[in-house]
């Protein structure tokens, strides 16, 4: 039985669960999987029907969702998925990319003989992975996404993971990591597994400069594939 039959098999309000924690889970995944997109409305009363549960449950649901950024509450109009502009994911793009450079080049300069050897296992690894054809996109994602847990972590700045966690948590990088955007196919996982062993090995030579720009460039490129992807989805939409 897969998740989805699960999740219709067994009601809401028959969960031990907290419920508003469990829809809200509920209705992110139905984002993450493309079956609401941004934009669409989302009616308390056929929420509250479809899960079994209060109208109170749906609205504590929805406002937790809203915190996270992943929908707009307004007054009179009730909730909607949030939509993300161009703007907002060029923006974290550029900060991650920022964070990641100075994690890059601290490593660079203090990272220890041990510590790189798990990276370089790591991106191994990556490299393995794209010369996968069949290679899951997300399987391929959370890799990369902890090469980046694990250089911003011995980065040396106590206050970097923090801040790079909080990005992480935003709606729409949330968004773009949980569909795997920039890694849906074996040319982009390929230049991103690159983009690592150009930054891998200036990591092994110490050196700062090479580091924190190998790094830059490696969020950019994903940066240009996100964008490559959604001019796509705009190019195949049907036109009014």
Known sequence: MNESTQNQAIPLGRSAKSLPEQLAERVLAEVMAGRLSAGDRLKEEELAQQHAVSRATV??????????????RTPRFGARIAEFSRKDLDDIFELRAALLSVAAGNC?????AERLAEL?????????MAAEPGMDPQSFANQSIRAQT???????????????ERLASMGAWQLIRGQATSFLTPERRQESATDWLILAAHLAKRDVDGSERAARRLLEHSADRVRLHLDEIALAAPRS
């Open 150 to 164: 694990l250089l911003i972590e011995w980065s040396g700045n106590s206050h970097l993971p923090g801040v790079y």
């Open 59 to 72: 609205r504590e649901a929805l406002i937790s969702l809203a915190k996270q950024g992943y929908v707009v």
């Open 120 to 128: 370089d296992a790591l991106v191994a690894k990556l490299e393995a």
């Open 108 to 112: 660079a300069r203090h990272g220890g």
